[in-house]
């Protein structure tokens, strides 16, 4: 079993669709979650950041970490064409040999068409 | 863009050849993370660097190997290579290691 699962899609929808991407994870000495945003041909940017359990928002984006059932979830409100692209989710813990080092899910493929 | 800067973009080369990828991380980074990208792998962790010295290892082959510089630029050398080695190859750097990271645009690697 890999230590994250992401379904890898593809997913499609239509413009202005609330968008759900979401990870689960194995390992329970992850700490920080991410989500990194991925066009094709480029290098992973960061989307969001969140440590531990809980929600952040920022704009149109909601990043959930459910440390209990080891799921965290990406949504997107309103989205738009731009957002097309793979979304990966990461995540490292904060103790052990593993500090520091990023966990990726497969990533998950997504269009948005207008 | 993120600060962190790959060079080169492109890199065709033939099996059993040996190649060079070069890393400068964001200002003020000490942390240097390589990472390979391959169609049916994902994103996988190399190897990570911290002020010079070597902190984590992952899955990173016998054949591979890298190096961080006084000036915090990163070097990864790719030694004997295989057609399996083709992949995309990211640098990420973050301050001290737990904060987020930030990576680079990444160099394609095609053996042949």
């Known amino acids: 079993q890999k230590e994250v699962e992401q379904d890898p899609g593809p997913l499609s929808v239509p413009e202005g669709a609330i968008v759900s991407l979401n990870c689960t994870y194995s390992n329970s000495a992850f700490q920080y979650f991410m989500w990194y945003r991925q066009y094709s041909r480029k290098g992973p940017e960061l989307l969001m950041y969140t440590y531990s359990s809980g929600n952040k928002e920022d704009g149109r984006f909601t990043a959930q970490v459910d440390k209990s059932s080891k799921y965290i979830s990406l949504f997107i409100r309103d989205s738009q064409p731009s957002d097309s692209a793979t979304y990966l989710c990461?995540?490292?813990?904060?103790?052990?040999?593993?500090?520091?080092?990023?966990?990726f899910g497969r990533g998950t493929q997504l269009t948005v068409w207008p | 863009d993120s600060g962190v800067t790959q060079t080169p973009k492109h890199l065709i080369t033939a099996t059993g050849q040996r190649v060079t990828l070069r890393c400068s991380p964001r200002s003020g980074d000490l942390s240097v993370y390589w990472y390979q990208q391959s169609l049916d792998q994902g994103l996988q962790f190399l190897i990570q660097y911290y002020n010079g010295e070597e902190r984590a290892k992952g899955n990173i082959l016998e054949r591979f190997s890298a190096q961080q510089f006084p000036d915090l630029h990163s070097e990864l050398n790719l030694s004997s290579l295989e057609l399996g080695d083709s992949a995309l190859y990211f640098c990420a750097s973050s301050v001290e290691g737990l904060e987020t990271q930030y990576f680079g645009p990444g160099t394609r690697l095609l053996v042949l």
């Open positions: 990461a995540m490292s813990a904060d103790r052990g040999s593993t500090l520091g080092r990023l966990y």
